[in-house]
């Protein structure tokens, strides 16, 4: 399990204060490496740190852009989104699936 974030290195430095970082595989924060979502290039730094293939990963986001950076970078993917939120016509992507919240993964998780 990992986490692609655009956000700043502070996030990194909350999830290490907090001990939260070590129930990850991977932290990928754009303000780290310099390349943000939607570009698929932050998933593949993602990919080549765990050593897992695109096709066998799920990526949860609960962003149109999330959508089209999994899609684009081979993943599936989980949209967390009510359901009557459309993606933006155009995009060029769609979820695989739509979650409410992401507790609901943990069904998927056992």
Not at 28 to 57: F, N, Y
Not at 63 to 92: N, S
Request: glycine share 8%.
């Amino acid at each position: 399990m990992g986490i692609v974030s655009n956000d700043t290195p502070r996030l990194k430095s909350f999830l290490e204060k907090n001990g939260l970082s070590e129930y990850f595989e991977t932290i990928v924060i754009s303000g780290i490496v310099g390349v943000e979502k939607p570009d698929a290039h932050i998933l593949r730094i993602a990919l080549e740190q765990t050593k897992a293939r695109a096709q066998d990963c799920l990526y949860v986001g609960d962003h149109p852009f999330d959508v089209l950076c999994a899609k684009t970078a081979g993943m599936h993917c989980a949209w967390i989104a009510p359901p009557q939120a459309r993606l933006p016509e155009g995009l060029g992507a769609e979820e695989d699936f739509r979650i409410n919240s992401v507790e609901e993964i943990l069904a998927w998780i056992d």
